[in-house]
């Protein structure tokens, strides 16, 4: 096992409580899809393209950065016909 896979599993053998809540806004706009621990991902609700969102390893930067550039996000919506 190289040092990579050391710091992997170290990483995702932290466990959650079953009452931790995930606190981001982020997760009104995603669905986190069913998988393997290591490799979480959350589907957008709007165009359904999936992300990682391990918390831990990813965190939830990049659904963020994909919320501001969705074309079915309905604010991305009224944006872009307010600047037609």
Not at 24 to 53: K, V
Request: net charge positive; with cysteine.
């Amino acid at each position: 096992m190289d040092n990579k896979d050391k710091q992997l599993q170290v990483l995702t053998s932290r466990k959650r409580n079953v009452d931790d809540k995930k606190e981001s806004q982020i997760w009104d706009h995603f669905t986190e899809l069913d998988g393997d621990s290591t490799t979480l991902r959350a589907e957008c609700n709007y165009c359904e393209n999936d992300y990682a969102c391990h918390t831990i390893i990813n965190g939830t930067s990049n659904m963020w950065s994909h919320l501001k550039v969705c074309k079915k996000f309905p604010l991305w919506l009224i944006r872009s016909k307010n600047f037609l």
